[in-house]
Protein backbone atom coordinates (compact mmCIF):
# COMPACT_ATOMS: atom_id res chain seq x y z
CA UNK A 1 0.00 0.00 0.00
CA UNK A 2 2.66 2.39 1.01
CA UNK A 3 4.43 2.10 -2.77
CA UNK A 4 0.84 2.59 -4.35
CA UNK A 5 0.02 5.31 -2.44
CA UNK A 6 3.85 7.10 -3.52
CA UNK A 7 3.46 6.05 -6.67
CA UNK A 8 0.11 8.28 -6.89
CA UNK A 9 1.62 11.17 -4.94
CA UNK A 10 4.46 11.10 -7.25
CA UNK A 11 1.83 10.58 -10.11
CA UNK A 12 -0.39 13.71 -9.00
CA UNK A 13 3.51 15.90 -8.59
CA UNK A 14 3.58 15.14 -12.29
CA UNK A 15 0.48 15.69 -13.72
CA UNK A 16 -0.36 18.77 -11.66
CA UNK A 17 1.16 21.46 -13.63
CA UNK A 18 -0.60 20.24 -16.46
CA UNK A 19 -3.78 21.49 -15.13
CA UNK A 20 -2.67 25.17 -14.43
CA UNK A 21 -3.37 26.27 -17.68
CA UNK A 22 -4.37 29.57 -19.38
CA UNK A 23 -7.87 29.67 -17.50
CA UNK A 24 -6.54 29.25 -14.16
CA UNK A 25 -3.85 31.67 -14.83
CA UNK A 26 -6.72 34.24 -15.42
CA UNK A 27 -8.47 33.19 -12.45
CA UNK A 28 -5.00 34.28 -10.45
CA UNK A 29 -4.45 37.24 -12.43
CA UNK A 30 -8.07 38.28 -11.82
CA UNK A 31 -7.50 37.79 -7.92
CA UNK A 32 -4.35 39.81 -8.38
CA UNK A 33 -6.40 42.50 -10.13
CA UNK A 34 -8.63 42.91 -7.23
CA UNK A 35 -6.06 43.24 -4.40
CA UNK A 36 -3.34 44.63 -6.62
CA UNK A 37 -4.88 46.63 -9.51
CA UNK A 38 -1.73 48.77 -10.28
CA UNK A 39 0.77 45.90 -10.33
CA UNK A 40 -1.35 43.35 -11.76
CA UNK A 41 -1.59 46.17 -15.10
CA UNK A 42 1.98 46.61 -15.09
CA UNK A 43 2.79 42.67 -15.19
CA UNK A 44 0.27 42.30 -18.09
CA UNK A 45 2.76 45.63 -20.23
CA UNK A 46 5.29 43.44 -19.86
CA UNK A 47 4.29 39.81 -19.60
CA UNK A 48 2.12 37.66 -21.89
CA UNK A 49 -0.52 35.78 -19.86
CA UNK A 50 1.26 32.22 -21.56
CA UNK A 51 4.71 33.18 -20.04
CA UNK A 52 3.27 33.75 -17.14
CA UNK A 53 1.46 30.64 -16.95
CA UNK A 54 4.69 28.92 -17.86
CA UNK A 55 6.22 29.83 -14.82
CA UNK A 56 3.18 29.71 -12.72
CA UNK A 57 3.49 25.73 -14.28
CA UNK A 58 7.39 25.43 -13.83
CA UNK A 59 7.40 26.38 -9.80
CA UNK A 60 3.72 23.50 -9.64
CA UNK A 61 5.84 21.19 -10.87
CA UNK A 62 8.88 21.53 -8.23
CA UNK A 63 6.75 21.84 -5.47
CA UNK A 64 6.88 25.54 -4.87
CA UNK A 65 3.35 26.84 -3.43
CA UNK A 66 2.01 29.77 -5.22
CA UNK A 67 0.18 31.31 -2.48
CA UNK A 68 2.83 34.33 -2.71
CA UNK A 69 1.46 35.93 -5.61
CA UNK A 70 2.52 39.32 -5.49
CA UNK A 71 6.21 38.38 -4.98
CA UNK A 72 6.08 36.27 -8.13
CA UNK A 73 4.42 39.18 -9.87
CA UNK A 74 6.78 41.52 -8.88
CA UNK A 75 9.75 38.99 -9.60
CA UNK A 76 8.50 38.40 -13.35
CA UNK A 77 7.96 42.30 -14.17
CA UNK A 78 11.72 43.36 -12.91
CA UNK A 79 13.39 40.29 -14.88
CA UNK A 80 10.71 39.54 -17.51
CA UNK A 81 12.18 42.02 -19.86
CA UNK A 82 15.58 41.50 -20.73
CA UNK A 83 14.92 37.53 -19.68
CA UNK A 84 13.75 35.19 -22.54
CA UNK A 85 14.11 31.87 -20.81
CA UNK A 86 11.43 30.93 -18.99
CA UNK A 87 13.80 28.18 -16.87
CA UNK A 88 16.32 31.39 -15.78
CA UNK A 89 12.79 33.46 -15.08
CA UNK A 90 11.97 30.97 -12.78
CA UNK A 91 14.85 30.78 -11.04
CA UNK A 92 14.80 34.33 -10.48
CA UNK A 93 11.15 34.09 -8.96
CA UNK A 94 12.43 31.09 -6.70
CA UNK A 95 15.26 32.82 -5.52
CA UNK A 96 12.70 35.94 -4.59
CA UNK A 97 11.23 32.78 -2.31
CA UNK A 98 13.84 31.15 -1.23
CA UNK A 99 12.96 31.96 2.25
CA UNK A 100 9.84 30.00 1.88
CA UNK A 101 11.71 26.71 0.28
CA UNK A 102 13.93 26.68 2.80
CA UNK A 103 11.82 26.27 5.49
CA UNK A 104 9.92 23.98 2.99
CA UNK A 105 12.98 20.97 2.73
CA UNK A 106 14.44 22.07 6.19
CA UNK A 107 14.61 19.40 9.02
CA UNK A 108 15.03 19.90 12.91
CA UNK A 109 18.87 19.18 12.12
CA UNK A 110 18.54 22.04 9.07
CA UNK A 111 18.70 21.78 5.58
CA UNK A 112 20.33 18.06 4.59
CA UNK A 113 22.27 18.86 1.12
CA UNK A 114 24.39 16.79 -1.07
CA UNK A 115 26.34 18.72 -3.38
CA UNK A 116 28.99 18.60 -5.90
CA UNK A 117 32.64 18.55 -6.24
CA UNK A 118 34.61 21.00 -7.93
CA UNK A 119 35.12 18.41 -10.50
CA UNK A 120 31.96 17.71 -11.32
CA UNK A 121 30.55 21.17 -11.42
CA UNK A 122 33.07 21.16 -14.60
CA UNK A 123 32.26 17.95 -15.96
CA UNK A 124 28.76 19.41 -15.93
CA UNK A 125 29.37 22.68 -17.09
CA UNK A 126 30.93 21.31 -19.90
CA UNK A 127 28.33 19.89 -20.69
CA UNK A 128 25.93 22.27 -20.85
CA UNK A 129 24.29 23.59 -24.19
CA UNK A 130 22.47 26.59 -24.83
CA UNK A 131 19.41 27.82 -27.49
CA UNK A 132 17.57 31.15 -26.98
CA UNK A 133 15.17 30.06 -25.25
CA UNK A 134 16.45 27.17 -22.73
CA UNK A 135 19.35 25.11 -21.50
CA UNK A 136 20.07 21.38 -21.51
CA UNK A 137 22.63 19.28 -20.47
CA UNK A 138 24.58 16.90 -23.65
CA UNK A 139 26.61 14.43 -21.11
CA UNK A 140 28.34 11.24 -22.17
CA UNK A 141 27.52 8.32 -21.01
CA UNK A 142 29.82 8.08 -18.63
CA UNK A 143 28.99 10.78 -16.79
CA UNK A 144 25.39 10.38 -17.42
CA UNK A 145 25.55 6.97 -15.74
CA UNK A 146 27.65 7.61 -13.02
CA UNK A 147 25.28 10.29 -12.13
CA UNK A 148 22.42 8.10 -12.00
CA UNK A 149 24.53 5.65 -9.61
CA UNK A 150 24.88 8.05 -7.22
CA UNK A 151 21.49 9.36 -7.28
CA UNK A 152 20.50 6.23 -6.10
CA UNK A 153 22.96 5.78 -3.69
CA UNK A 154 21.85 9.26 -1.90
CA UNK A 155 18.62 9.94 -2.85
CA UNK A 156 16.45 6.22 -1.73
CA UNK A 157 12.34 7.09 -2.50
CA UNK A 158 11.73 5.51 0.96
CA UNK A 159 14.66 8.21 2.79
CA UNK A 160 13.35 8.83 6.41
CA UNK A 161 14.73 12.33 6.03
CA UNK A 162 14.15 15.06 3.05
CA UNK A 163 17.37 16.06 1.35
CA UNK A 164 18.11 18.06 -1.59
CA UNK A 165 20.75 18.31 -4.06
CA UNK A 166 22.31 21.70 -3.72
CA UNK A 167 24.07 22.87 -6.91
CA UNK A 168 25.37 26.51 -8.25
CA UNK A 169 22.83 28.28 -10.14
CA UNK A 170 23.73 28.07 -13.80
CA UNK A 171 23.09 24.23 -13.12
CA UNK A 172 19.80 24.57 -11.12
CA UNK A 173 17.32 24.30 -13.52
CA UNK A 174 18.96 22.40 -16.33
CA UNK A 175 20.27 19.53 -13.65
CA UNK A 176 16.34 19.09 -12.62
CA UNK A 177 15.13 18.89 -16.16
CA UNK A 178 17.83 16.02 -16.80
CA UNK A 179 16.71 14.35 -13.35
CA UNK A 180 12.82 14.70 -12.86
CA UNK A 181 11.61 11.97 -15.11
CA UNK A 182 13.71 9.25 -12.59
CA UNK A 183 14.21 11.13 -9.64
CA UNK A 184 10.98 13.09 -9.12
CA UNK A 185 11.37 13.02 -5.67
CA UNK A 186 14.27 14.95 -5.35
CA UNK A 187 14.56 18.74 -4.49
CA UNK A 188 17.34 20.59 -6.61
CA UNK A 189 18.37 24.19 -4.79
CA UNK A 190 20.90 26.72 -5.88
CA UNK A 191 23.13 28.28 -3.58
CA UNK A 192 21.00 31.51 -4.11
CA UNK A 193 18.24 30.14 -2.71
CA UNK A 194 19.96 29.66 0.29
CA UNK A 195 20.59 32.44 3.22
CA UNK A 196 23.88 33.46 5.09
CA UNK A 197 21.80 32.61 8.24
CA UNK A 198 20.17 29.15 6.90
CA UNK A 199 21.49 26.14 9.16
CA UNK A 200 22.70 23.36 6.31
CA UNK A 201 24.31 19.71 6.79
CA UNK A 202 26.18 18.48 4.08
CA UNK A 203 25.56 14.99 3.74
CA UNK A 204 28.39 14.57 1.08
CA UNK A 205 29.20 15.02 -2.48
CA UNK A 206 28.79 14.24 -5.46
CA UNK A 207 31.69 13.11 -7.93
CA UNK A 208 31.30 12.14 -11.52
CA UNK A 209 34.82 11.29 -11.53
CA UNK A 210 34.63 8.39 -8.85
CA UNK A 211 32.35 7.35 -5.95
CA UNK A 212 29.88 9.20 -4.13
CA UNK A 213 32.08 10.77 -0.87
CA UNK A 214 29.61 11.03 2.24
CA UNK A 215 30.34 12.80 5.50
CA UNK A 216 29.79 11.85 8.55
CA UNK A 217 29.06 15.35 10.54
CA UNK A 218 30.12 18.32 8.23
CA UNK A 219 27.99 21.58 9.25
CA UNK A 220 27.85 25.09 7.08
CA UNK A 221 26.14 28.22 7.91
Not at 161 to 170: R, S
Request: with cysteine; net charge negative; hydrophobic share 45%.
Amino acid sequence: MTLIVERMERALQACGPQFIGLQETKAILGWLESEQPELAQEMQRVLTLTRFSAVLQRLASECVPLRAIRVIAETLIEHCQHERDTSVLTDYVRIALKSQIYHQYCGAEGLQVWLLTPESEGLLRDGLRQTQTETFFALSNEVSQMLVQQMNIAFPVRAPEQAVLLVAQDLRSPLRTLLREEFYHVPVLSFAEISNAAKVRVMGRFDLEDDLEPLDNEHAA
